[in-house]
């Protein structure tokens, strides 16, 4: 490795202590806990031996690690699933038992608010006799008072949606797809109910795809429609994506929390195996809130804020055009608001002294926002492309750009929430220089540079 790895682990965003970590699972609210259950190899920071971690948080910003909550058994290792609130006093967990021939949906117990779970004697309690049939997500449905289940029949691009009043019996009740991109599996599908701007709320099934997803690897993506408690409809069958970056994926939201709140793995299979970090690997998101905005070009799509910074320590660090007091060592909150001619571009960097750079900006003229990790030396690997981008609202001159770097990761947040863009960095040298170019009319109204502590 170049140099110790421990300067990648972040401080605002969870990461395994050893081992390797994928999909974040049974995303669930009890006694003012947020649980965060994830895909987890205790052993070695390779995919493999999958138990499920556990972490909590009060705050969802300072996560504490506890023991593993579901074990790797005879029967198989314990991939994806969620878990719900059941009999208004225990934690169930629904989820993937996968062997080499089987993929099959169980169910576990605890009444220790997850500190440890008793596997339920019945399992599996949903069984297709398959080995492409995975990553149960359940939440309570008010309006049937039943628990409805989607699942993926994982190679065949189908979304089954089944319903249940105890946990155990599960009976079908539709199929969505295969629809938008199929990528060569569907995985972890999430179906949320999402509250519009103009104070109605829409359904948004969203589904990852691995590998096959336009930026290369695995990735996220959505339609917005209808649930009926039965079926999912959607608007359109046009495929959108949730985050412009590299590095979102396996998306799940809390499954009793009164408004979507969700976290997604930072990462990408194409690389996660490899990435610098020593003896750990994996890390995710900043948990989000989801909102839908409509606009006549994208009709509905989803808005996205980070949440929990509010919790944090904020200390402003002053910047002008270019400073070199800033602690790339801390997670760092860079908020612009800028004010662009219609043929005007901003970008902003993060340099190191070894001349690593991390840049992002808007491009008026283009209309497009972009994210450029090429010039930094930590990583390097043939699926690790360095550019994404994406097109903004037609016309937008006027945008504010809200990063959040935290030592191996960066989170873009544009126009108020409208893109999010969400990508793994690997300084060999962290950077202590930010700058900004304004090329064009226009200007900065307003820049803050925050350190953000737990
Ligand atoms: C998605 C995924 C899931 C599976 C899990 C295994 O990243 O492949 O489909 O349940 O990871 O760890």
């Known amino acids: 490795y170049l140099g110790d790895p421990s300067k990648y682990r972040p401080t605002i965003h969870y990461s395994p202590p050893s081992g390797f970590m994928n999909d974040p699972n049974g995303l669930v609210i009890k006694d003012h806990e947020f649980h965060l259950f994830y895909q987890y190899d205790p052993y070695a920071p390779i995919i493999g031996n999958v138990h499920w971690g556990h972490a909590v948080s009060g705050d969802l910003v300072r996560w504490v690690t506890l023991p593993v909550a579901i074990n790797e058994t005879a029967a198989g290792q314990a ?39 008793q596997e339920y004697k019945g399992n599996p309690v949903l069984d297709r006799n398959s080995d492409s049939f995975r990553d149960p997500q359940v939440f309570w449905d008010e309006r049937t008072h039943e628990y409805k289940m989607t699942v993926v029949k994982a190679r065949k691009h189908q979304v089954l949606i ?75 069958y046009e495929t959108k994506f949730v985050d412009f970056g590299k590095d979102f994926y396996a998306l799940q939201t809390y499954s009793n929390a009164r408004a979507p709140l969700g976290i997604a793995w930072l990462s990408n299979w194409q690389y996660a ?73 901003i970008s902003f960097s993060l340099l190191s002294e070894n001349h690593e750079q991390l840049v992002w900006g808007y491009d008026a003229n283009a209309g497009q926002a972009w994210i450029d990790r090429g010039r930094t030396f930590g990583f390097s690997q043939r699926f690790f492309t360095d550019k994404m981008s994406v097109a903004v609202i037609p016309g937008t001159t006027n945008i504010d ?30 950077p202590n220089c930010l700058r900004y170019s304004l090329v064009g009319d226009g200007r900065v109204t307003n820049l803050t540079v925050n350190v953000l502590t737990p």
């Open 273 to 345: 195996n490899f990435t610098p970090t020593g003896d750990w690997r994996g890390v995710m998101t900043l948990a989000r809130g989801f909102g839908l905005r409509y606009t006549e070009d994208f009709k509905y799509f989803l808005t996205q804020k980070p949440v929990g910074l509010e919790n944090l320590y904020r200390r402003e660090v002053p910047v002008g055009a270019e400073s070199c007091s800033v602690p790339g060592d801390k997670a760092l909150e860079i908020h612009a608001i800028v004010e662009l001619g219609p043929r005007s571009r």
């Open 401 to 430: 750009l809200h990063a959040i770097f935290d030592k191996s990761t960066f989170e873009l947040f544009l126009d108020d929430g409208t893109f999010v863009g969400t990508c793994l960095v690997f300084f060999e040298k962290l």
């Open 79 to 117: 991939f994806s699933g969620s878990a719900v609130i059941f009999n208004n006093s225990l934690i169930a967990a629904i989820y993937t038992r996968a062997s080499e021939t089987k993929q099959a949906q169980e169910l576990a117990f605890s009444s220790d608010n997850g500190r440890t779970f």
């Open 162 to 236: 089944y319903g249940s009043r105890d946990l155990v019996n599960w009976r079908e009740l539709s199929s969505f797809g295969p629809a938008g991109i199929l990528g060569i599996d569907y995985e972890c599908p999430n179906l949320m109910r999402v509250p519009t701007e103009d104070g109605h709320y829409k359904w948004v099934l969203a589904i990852s795809i691995n590998p096959g997803s336009p930026l290369g690897g695995s990735g996220t993506q959505y339609f917005v429609g209808d649930f009926d408690g039965t079926t999912f409809t959607p608007d359109y």
